[in-house]
């Protein structure tokens, strides 16, 4: 972010950390933003993002400058995986891989994570530091998922960066 910072973000927004909203400090001249309303719009892919000084910036980014002081080093992960909610609660710095992890719906018509269908029966699997293990064969997606959520929650454990 090019100049701006957390004392900046101060100057024009107030945040609340228990609820994740965004107010405008100041009224911005020109625009229809009066001091006291809400900051942010809705991003395509479920993010909010709040305009600036002339730059659009994911909230969740914003709100860990505005708290910490510092810009996020990495992704910031959403915990409870809803992307517009910005409480600090729900907010953790993670790596890629690990913002990954926190992954909670499955792609295209198959309704199970780390379960996909191979000759009528159901495979288990999932990702490791990049390798793909491979966790049992199953009679049912139910018992095949079963197995992921077990492996999940020993593989992927978020480490302190």
Not at 16 to 39: H, L, N, V, Y
Not at 60 to 76: E, V
Request: hydrophobic fraction near 30%; glycine fraction near 8%; charged fraction near 25%.
């Amino acid at each position: 972010m090019s100049e701006l910072n957390s004392t900046r973000l101060r100057e024009l927004l107030t945040y609340d950390p228990t609820t994740g909203i965004f107010t405008w400090r100041i009224g911005r001249k020109g625009r229809s933003t009066k001091a006291g309303s809400r900051a942010g719009r809705p991003h395509a892919k479920g993010y909010e993002w709040i305009g600036v000084d002339g730059e659009r910036i994911m909230a969740h980014r914003i709100a860990w400058c505005y708290t910490h002081g510092y810009w996020p080093p990495h992704q910031i992960d959403h915990i409870n995986g809803d992307r517009a909610d910005n409480r600090l609660t729900n907010l953790r710095l993670a790596t890629a891989a690990e913002n990954l992890q926190n992954k909670r719906t499955p792609q295209g018509a198959n309704p199970y994570l780390g379960v996909r269908n191979s000759r009528g029966r159901w495979q288990a699997y999932i990702h490791v530091n990049k390798k793909f293990i491979h966790l049992g064969m199953f009679d049912t997606p139910e018992d095949a998922c079963d197995a992921y959520i077990r492996a999940k929650r020993v593989h992927h454990t978020f480490n302190t960066i």
